[in-house]
């Protein structure tokens, strides 16, 4: 997963290609289950070596902790005629959404700044040794940003009324 797809529409326009098109699906593992959900989305990357992709965001609630990941399915003009490249990104995406169920994959929409910030300073750490995989579900805890639900207020329960008591 060192390949990198933040700069995939970025390289493209500096090389004169055609802009590429980063697909993001999010998966939410439960806050215990976040080092086996990343352990099983790398095996699934290298099995997966022709597709560009990588950890573009990581934010967390209450329950769940987000990872957002971007594929690259290449250049516009090349994903209209079904190339190579998309047939391959398309097959991994379909991998994720069948092997990796277990930790709710959805569609999302790019990263915020803050997601992708926290995604690029916990991967740096991890690269720079100051942090190790094994440690990963308490940086998690502690690194990102908590992006949780407004509080709905919960009513209390309704006591009975006497008519509608059932006798014993």
């Known amino acids: 997963m060192a390949r990198n797809a933040f700069t ?4 493209g326009d500096q090389t004169g290609e055609p802009e590429s098109v980063v697909v993001h699906v999010q998966l939410r593992p ?12 790398a095996s699934l990357a290298a099995e997966h070596e022709d ?21 690259d399915l290449g250049p516009r003009t090349a994903i209209a005629k079904f190339s190579p490249q998309a047939q391959a990104a398309y097959a991994f995406v379909s991998a994720i959404f069948t092997s990796l169920y ?11 700044a803050t997601e992708r910030a926290a995604a690029t300073a916990l991967f740096d750490r991890l690269a720079d040794g100051t942090a190790r995989v094994d440690d990963l579900a308490a940086d998690l805890g502690d690194a990102l940003p908590d992006v949780s639900a407004p509080a709905s207020p919960i009513p209390a329960p309704r006591l009975p009324g006497p008519g509608e008591r059932i006798p014993a």
């Open 8 to 11: 995939a529409s970025v390289a």
């Open 102 to 112: 277990d930790h709710m994959p959805v569609y999302t929409a790019e990263p915020s």
């Open 30 to 41: 439960r806050r215990g289950a976040t080092r086996k959900c990343l352990a099983a989305l």
């Open 51 to 71: 597709v560009v992709v990588t950890v573009t965001g990581l934010s967390k609630d209450d329950r769940v902790v987000r990872v957002t990941v971007g594929i």
